[in-house]
């Protein structure tokens, strides 16, 4: 462990004594809670698994003060007396564990409220537009109406206090409202709350101190924000090494912020970047790099003498030790991280890192599941946000478990029934696990791909499963063996579609192309324009190919599994920087020797001459063995692409709810 070493070093921030430098980075509790937003067991459970798992300081996110003023839905997040025994409860069983609690704190969320949970007026600083809905124009708060946000903020500090939170975030980051007070771009006041910085930062100030008013020293307040906006225009953000000039919040601005911050009395930073028109800088997909916003912590970190907590994928042990020996930060916060694994910290410091279930940057199972009015939860661990109710529990029959494929969702499933005690056997037709997620994996920039293929690998191992390369399973063979339960994971192969053409030589499939069964010309046609296809896309354009793609919706990555919006977004981008072509609502006609014919949506026939065809337009599930053993006596479940092909966590969770049943 030596050189993880520094993570598990107490740290000061204010008066409270962390015990490592390991901080589960705020999440919101949206849909977790009660119908009226209160706190429950389930919130409890949720952040008690980490504290139970090592982790020194847990940032419980993102509660309202006040819900009249910026009037949302009854089930946004407060803390109100009626969370108090929750609260306590929480904040007890951590302390036992040495772990502190902070509660993050919003003054609203603005401009960038969902129009869904809207129940009055959208709240600005000024009139700006809604993010999600530019239809929606926002009010500017009164003075009146900040002051009783300030109010409600002191009151909300001393029901913290009462119920024995150690400190409190100021949530002032990501284009909500304490953000757009301090950012020109959203701020065009004429009052003592707009124009300098002093008067931008005034706000968020007065909540300092009226949290110092009613509860002194005894609570650490922490203030987050980010940096650098990385806005290359009012809409548009900035990729990694794009030459721009910020139109938001600069380096500059971000560090004279800081040290005024620190001169208020703030006790510690929380330091990131970007808003929600650069949605892959707070939320950073697999395409960022880990450690990607450790920079901006440092640049603070050399402005400030107070404690600096950095973010921004530091969830590989090996970039959060770096980030913190380096000087950059004094203490990581792990968000999805802790989401895929709870017991990061305890695995790093008492186990083997290898068995550290890596987070890869997809956020299906996280910031999407809002957009669903779920909570948050993981696409590798769907116990996460549900962690009684879906605990593993050993069973009391053990049965002979065969499965079939050694996918994904094969891999899952046989991991979850063996840690039950079943007795499984993993069959895989081919000589590699892992199904199609290896040539998912291939691009660079998919590269966590095979962190989490090397994972399941090690499971295989670490558990027992019994795994039978080269062995593929017919009627025969179940007969043979006789299982009790039977887990069908054989996948999905590309599908072709039926017309005129697909035998000319240069049609392909993506998978083929990333398998390497057949190199790509230089002039490259991708047919559908869904996740995958636009991955494919870039990951060819970045080869220096002419890449197309061709989508029959009016937009690309609308069918199929719905794509979360920082993916999506940096997708678009990727491909922009790349020069990919895109061409909606037209549709593959049909191929000749000489040409590809394509139909837009007036009828319209549009000619290239591409040197490859590349298929990415969905997958058929393999479903053959399933179907002959439909109507037999065996106990058969479908799991992942055989049942219905869409995503890792498609295959995750119906393999996981399969395994902990049976």
């Not at 005129?500 to 790509?520: C, S």
Request: net charge negative; proline share 5%; with cysteine.
């Amino acid at each position: 462990m030596n050189e993880f070493n520094v993570l598990f070093q107490p740290q000061m921030l204010g008066k409270i004594k962390l015990k490592n430098r390991i901080a589960m980075a705020p999440m919101g509790v949206e849909y977790m809670t009660e119908a009226d937003g209160t706190l429950n067991r389930r919130v409890v459970d949720y952040y008690l698994e980490r504290a139970r798992n090592g982790v020194g300081m847990l940032i419980c996110s993102v509660f309202k003060v006040e819900n009249q003023v910026e009037h949302l839905e009854e089930s946004t997040p407060m803390i109100t007396e009626a969370s108090m025994n929750y609260l306590g409860d929480l904040c007890d069983a951590a302390h036992s564990f040495g772990t502190k609690i902070f509660v993050q704190l919003t003054a609203g969320f603005g401009r960038v409220t969902f129009p869904s949970i809207l129940r009055g007026p959208c709240m600005s600083p000024s009139e700006n537009h809604n993010f999600w809905d530019p239809s929606i124009a926002c009010k500017a708060l009164t003075v009146e109406e900040i002051n009783s946000i300030v109010t409600a903020m002191g009151v909300t500090a001393r029901r913290l206090a009462l119920a024995g939170v150690d400190g409190i975030e100021l949530h002032g980051h990501e284009g909500y409202l304490f953000d757009e007070f301090t950012t020109p771009l959203w701020n065009r006041r004429t009052d003592q709350y707009g124009g300098s910085l002093e008067n931008r930062l005034r706000f968020p100030v007065e909540c300092l101190e009226e949290i110092k008013k009613e509860v002194g020293e005894q609570l650490a307040v922490v203030y987050r924000f980010g940096l650098k906006h990385y806005l290359k225009d009012p809409h548009h953000g900035a990729l990694p090494g794009e030459p721009f000039v910020e139109v938001g919040r600069d380096v500059k601005e971000g560090i004279e912020m800081a040290r005024e911050l620190e001169k208020a009395g703030f006790d510690g930073l929380h330091v990131d970047a970007g808003c929600y028109e650069s949605h892959y800088w707070p939320h950073p997909p697999i395409y960022q790099k880990h450690g990607c916003m450790a920079d901006m912590a440092a640049q603070a970190k050399a402005a400030v003498s107070i404690p600096v907590i950095g973010v921004g994928r530091l969830d590989k042990p090996e970039v959060a030790a770096r980030a913190v020996s380096g000087g950059s930060m004094d203490i990581a916060a792990i968000g999805r991280g802790l989401l895929a694994d709870p017991q990061w910290a305890d695995k790093l410091k008492f186990g083997d890192p290898r068995d550290i279930r890596p987070c890869v940057g997809c956020y299906d199972g996280c910031f999407e599941a809002y957009s669903k009015f779920r909570n948050i939860s993981c696409a590798l661990n769907p116990a996460s946000g549900r962690e009684a109710a879906y605990g593993l529990t050993p069973t009391l029959k053990p049965l002979d478990v065969m499965v079939v494929g050694g996918g994904i969702a094969g891999m899952e499933a046989a991991r979850v029934a063996t840690l039950r005690g079943h007795r499984v056997t993993l069959h895989e037709k081919g000589d590699t696990l892992g199904g199609t997620v290896n040539q998912a994996a291939v691009p660079e920039f998919k590269k966590d791909l095979r962190r989490l293929l090397a994972w399941y690998e090690r499971q295989m191992e670490k558990t027992g499963v019994t795994v039978k390369m080269n062995s593929p399973v017919t009627k025969e063979k179940i007969s043979t063996q006789a299982p009790d339960v039977i887990l069908v994971a054989t996948g999905a192969h590309p599908m072709v579609p039926p017309l005129p053409g697909m035998d000319q030589e240069v049609v392909t499939t993506a998978v083929d192309l990333l398998r390497g069964a057949k190199p790509a010309g230089n002039n490259v046609m991708v047919i559908g324009g869904g996740l995958a296809g636009c991955e494919v896309a870039i990951w060819l354009a970045e080869k220096g190919k002419k890449v197309t793609v061709v989508e029959m919706l009016d937009q690309v990555m609308t069918g199929g599994a719905s794509v979360p919006t920082q993916v999506k977004m940096m997708t678009m981008d990727l491909m922009n920087r790349f020069g990919v072509e895109v061409l909606t609502a037209t549709r593959l006609d049909h191929i000749t020797e000489n040409e590809v014919a394509l139909m837009s949506k007036d009828g319209t026939i549009i000619k290239r001459t591409p040197d490859t065809v590349a298929l990415a337009m969905g997958m058929t599930p393999e479903t053959r063995l399933a179907d002959d053993l439909d109507n037999t006596p065996y106990r058969v479940y479908r799991l992942g692409d055989c049942r219905c092909p869409k995503n890792v966590m498609n295959a995750v969770w119906d393999a996981y709810e399969v395994a902990r049943f049976i």
